[in-house]
């Protein structure tokens, strides 16, 4: 009798009870979803920002003309261009509806109907929004009899003014000037460090 009543009592100590087993299901089931909702959100975060990186349009050997009520006002050409994520507002800290982008061997050639003159811009790297064109690595720039090479330049596309940074070197036949930050606005060259070469003819 008390080896029966031995195994009685250790089958009634080993033996959970109903009632654990279901909270310890449902203590599981409660942790497994917690795990799934924060895989899930990562994956739905990178998705995000994997489509925010997608660019709408990219295009090679390209050809652009601009057309306005006067005629053709700016033709450009370029081996590649394609559009850049969205940007940042500082302010809002919201995506800006501002187009911008990458171009890429970029050559590009402005009539100016009130001057009666053309500007020419080529780059081997420009990026663009509907502000301004940004060449970091350098620009060639002509406009009448003007021209000159600038290390870094920003280009304002409604005041045609150019603001170049770094080196910058004005190209003539009688004469090649130097400096730095040149800032070409309305007509006239502002510039530091200036110095040059002229060449004078004698008779």
């Keep these: 009798m008390k080896f029966f009543r ?15 087993i279901v909270m310890s299901f449902f203590v599981c089931l409660s942790l497994f979803s917690l795990v799934m909702v924060w895989v899930l959100s990562q994956q739905q975060e990178s998705s995000k920002q994997a489509f925010a990186e997608i ?12 057309i306005s009520s006067l005629g053709v006002e700016t033709y450009a050409i370029g081996r590649n261009a394609k559009e850049t994520p969205k940007k940042i507002s500082k302010e809002t800290g919201k995506e800006t509806n501002e187009e911008s982008g990458i171009l890429e061997q970029i050559s590009v050639i402005n009539y100016l109907f009130d001057e009666q003159k053309f500007e020419h811009l080529q780059s081997h790297l420009a990026l663009f929004s509907q502000q301004e064109f940004f060449f970091p690595k350098g620009v060639n720039y002509a406009r009448d009899t003007i021209k000159f090479w600038s290390e870094e330049a920003t280009y304002q596309i409604f005041t045609k003014d150019i603001l170049g940074k770094g080196e910058f070197k004005i190209f003539n036949k009688n004469y090649n000037i130097y400096g730095k ?21 004698r008779k």
């Design 55 to 66: 660019s709408r349009f990219e295009v090679l050997d390209f050809e652009y003309y601009k």
């Design 6 to 20: 031995f195994k009685s009592q250790a089958n009634s100590i080993t033996k959970p009870k109903s009632g654990r």
């Design 181 to 201: 930050n040149i800032l070409y606005q309305k007509g006239k060259i502002y510039a530091n460090h200036v110095h040059g070469i002229f060449t004078t003819e």
